[in-house]
Structures are given as C-alpha cells and as structure tokens.
C-alpha cells in the first residue's frame, strides 16, 4: 500500500511571505505537488506588504514532511519559521493530569480531605473492606498495565516507550466511560514479578487491563491474576478485540445473508488476538474455523504443537484441510487476519465464496490491500481508520469495563463478551446496515452505554456463579499447558 497523508504525520509551518494571494497559491501549489494536503491556513500576524501565516499540512511520513519542507524552501520571497509536528505536540507534557475533585480553599476543606477528617474514613475502611469501592477512587479506577514487550506493532521496546501508548488507553477510558486509568509500565520481564507487582497494587483498583504484553506470556500473566484477584483482569489485545470481531461479523453476515454456524472461517494468527477471537467465535456458535499461522494451517496431525497450538487444533479444522493460508482460504466465506502484511493477493480473495467477508487487521499493512479486497468480497472491514469498517478496540474495553464497575464483578466470562458484542452490534440498526457500515464509529454516543448496559446485566444475572474465561482452555506455566 502507497502511504498516504494523514493526521498523524501533520506538521504546521510557520510561514512570511508577501500579502497578496499569488503567494499563496504558489504555497498550497507546492505541497499538492509534493503529495501533501493543506488543511488549515491561520493568519498570525499581518501588515499591508506581508503576512505570517501557520499552515497546517497532512503528509505520509516523516520524510515526505521533510521533503515538503525542503520544496518550501525554493519559493523565492517566502520565509520559512518554525516546523512543528502535531502528534509530538499532542503528547508534550503528556497527556493525563490528577486534578481533586472537591476545592481545598481554607481549614476546614484541609481537615474533610485530609486529617483529622480522613482518619475517621480509614477506619471505617479497616472495619468493612467492601467500603473502599464507595469511599475511596477504587470505585472507579483501573490500571492499564503493561511491560512494553509488544506495543502495538512496535515490538519489545520497554516499559519507558510503552508510556505513550498507556497514557493513550488511559485517555480513552475517561473520554468513552469516564473511568479514571492510570498507565502502570512495569520494568519487569520475568511473569512472577509482572504478577507480584500487579497484585501488590492491586488494592488501589477496580480492575486490570492488561496491555500490549508479548504472548505466551500474556496468557499466563492473565491466567494467574484472574485467579489470584477479586477484581476484574482484562487483556485488551485478546478480548477487546474479540468482541469487536464478533459484532462486526455478526452484522457482516446479516449483509451477506449466511449463519455463523454454517459458514467457512478462516483465521490467520494464533497469538493473543487470533486465540481469543477463536474461542468468542466458537461461543458465538460458530463450528466450521480454520487457523493457520507462520507455519500454515494448524491441524492435529502437524508435528511441533506448542503452547495453546494443540487447543487450537483440537477444536477447529473440522474438515481436515493441511497446507498454507492461501490452500485454506479458497472457497471460505470468511477470512479474519490479525496476523501479518500482504500475505495474501487478488487472487486469494477471488477464490473465496461468493458474498465473502474480509477482515485484515494487521495494523499499519493489513494482510491484504483492502482496496483490492473490495474488487472479490463483499464486505471489507480493516484495523485502519482510513477506510469503511474499522474495527477498533475503543469500541468495546470501556463499555466493557464500565459495565464491570458497575456491576462491581470480580470477573467475567464469555457470555458477557457475546452480550458487549451483540450489544455493539445493535448499535448499528438494521436501516443503517450496508457493507460499508457493519460497525458503529468509535464516537457515535450510543456505543458505550449499549455495551455497559449488557455487560452489566449478565454480569449481574451470573454474579457469584461466573465461568471464568480462563476455564475454557488449559492454563500455560512455563509456555507448556498442563491439564
């Protein structure tokens, strides 16, 4: 795929240049030549012979920036000033701060929030633990939590460069379900100390979200939290992800007219992602799946199953197909890839069955040019937000999460992420169906509250008899499973 500008990659120029408005078109002429977009021009100071404008510009890159710049230079009578790029100005300072929620004016606001006052409340709190969640932040806080083994399609950069990102999930949780998050970057490896640390802060919080941890790891880490915390542990590259996988293909086989249960499906990647969509899609009533990954399709007769691979190909594969992604792809009516860049062609997507359904989700390539999908499938949904469909996690983790505080669970189960995904799904009504709207966009306000409300209610109905989702496949030790 040819990059193309984006907001993430703008810049604003600060420009001098002559009053009048052939400097200007020659300007904007510029960067359109050079494959930029101008999408802002706001005047800082001007006089009768010239003027200072910033100019806001999307590009596709850091060089494509630079080069842009560099074309801007040539223009003879236009003075260049400062360049300064957005996203890097979006984050300085960074981007959360704690502010009190009740005034600190005089002495008596000192005493009610801090001593003597508060030390009435502290022993309340020592008298009936439960009182922490109505008289203190626990009620609503959780922690994003990661060691930056994985951050986003980055790789292990450490807990110091996962500060960015964590700050960003943290964000995220206040503007969708007004959850106050904190980013927790742990610099440690080792899944003992990840879990010893996470429990040992674990009484200032309502719940856990994992992020951006490296598998087989995570599952462990997961698997080991859930049952040692009463609060709920979630990882959102594994369930936040499933969920909006399920709804979107819930609402994209309402377009194509097919039944989950009958329909072919294959899933490219068996990590974190690929391992919990597979399990939401099998509770979802879906039976006839494929996975394959680095290695090709994953079957019971393949030599060297390690970790969660003998699960996998012990519940999916039903017909028996052997070979590479491109053998188990023709003739599917669905392909879901959370898995890895241009693995696949046109030719691929044309031996799909008629009306198929491609989700490439690979982030920033998906596993086909979706473009070029669109020519063969019927719907097409990515990871991106440059094109229809989008299937972002936003949409699911802080509705999930505010309906878990709300029902003050201690954990959760698969028939409360089929209740977010059918919920996310209804979002969209059936007089809104198309095939280039099959999910809701991350802003559409009724997201967040249809997904709180239905994980709520299950929570509630199956409160103090919840199957943990860590029951439906065999925990990890040592990257091994143990029955």
Not at 195 to 200: G, L, Q, R, Y
Not at 204 to 224: H, K, M, T, Y
């Amino acid at each position: 795929m040819t990059p193309q500008p984006s907001v993430s990659y703008s810049i604003t120029i600060r420009l001098e240049f002559a009053a009048n408005s052939a400097a200007i078109s020659d300007i904007t002429g510029t960067i359109e030549k050079m494959g930029g977009s101008v999408t802002a021009l706001d005047v800082n100071a001007s006089g009768p012979e010239r003027m200072r404008v910033d100019m806001t510009v999307l590009t596709a890159g850091h060089d494509h920036a630079m080069s842009v710049v560099e074309a801007l230079k040539g223009i003879e009578s236009v003075e260049l000033g400062k360049v300064s790029d957005r996203t890097f100005l979006a984050h300085l300072g960074g981007k959360l701060e704690v502010k009190s929620k009740h005034p600190i004016r005089h002495r008596d606001d000192l005493s009610l929030v801090y001593t003597p006052g508060v030390a009435r409340v502290v022993k309340a709190i020592a008298e009936t633990p439960s009182d922490a969640r109505r008289l203190t932040i626990k009620r609503n806080t959780v922690a994003v939590v990661t060691d930056g083994s994985a951050i986003l399609g980055l790789g292990d950069l450490g807990p110091l460069a996962a500060l960015p990102v964590m700050e960003g999930k943290a964000a995220l949780f206040k503007r969708f379900a007004d959850i106050d998050a904190f980013p927790i970057c742990l610099d440690a490896t080792e899944v003992d100390d990840i879990v010893a640390h996470v429990k040992a802060i674990a009484p200032v919080f309502a719940g856990i979200n994992l992020e951006d941890i490296s598998a087989p790891r995570c599952f462990e880490i997961e698997d080991r939290l859930r049952q040692e915390l009463d609060i709920p542990v979630f990882h959102d590259d594994q369930h936040g992800t499933a969920v909006c996988v399920v709804s979107a293909l819930r609402n994209a086989l309402r377009v194509v007219e097919k039944d989950i249960r009958t329909v072919r499906i294959v899933l490219s990647g068996a990590g974190a992602a690929g391992t919990a969509i597979l399990r939401l899609l099998k509770a979802a009533g879906a039976e006839d799946i494929v996975v394959a990954d680095i290695d090709g399709v994953i079957h019971s007769g393949r030599k060297n199953l390690t970790g969660r691979l003998p699960w996998i190909a012990g519940v999916t594969n039903p017909r028996g197909i052997t070979g590479t992604l491109k053998d188990a792809v023709k003739d599917a009516d669905v392909f879901i890839g959370v898995s890895a860049a241009n693995i696949l062609d046109e030719d691929d997507i044309a031996a799909m069955a008629d009306r198929s359904v491609v989700f490439a989700m690979a982030n920033p390539e998906p596993e086909i040019d979706p473009v070029i999908a669109a020519r063969h499938a019927e719907v097409v949904a990515t990871g991106r937000s440059d094109f229809a469909n989008q299937i972002n996690n936003v949409l699911a983790f802080p509705g999930v999460f505010r309906g878990l505080l709300d029902a003050r669970a201690k954990n959760f189960s698969d028939r409360m992420l089929l209740a977010a995904a059918e919920a996310l799904a209804d979002v969209v009504s059936p007089e809104e169906l198309n095939p280039n709207y099959i999910i809701p966009s991350v802003f559409n306000e009724r997201v967040t509250s249809a997904v709180a409300d239905a994980v709520e209610q299950q929570a509630r109905e199956e409160m103090g008899t919840v199957d943990t989702i860590t029951g439906a496949i065999p925990a990890i030790k040592g990257g091994e499973i143990h029955l």
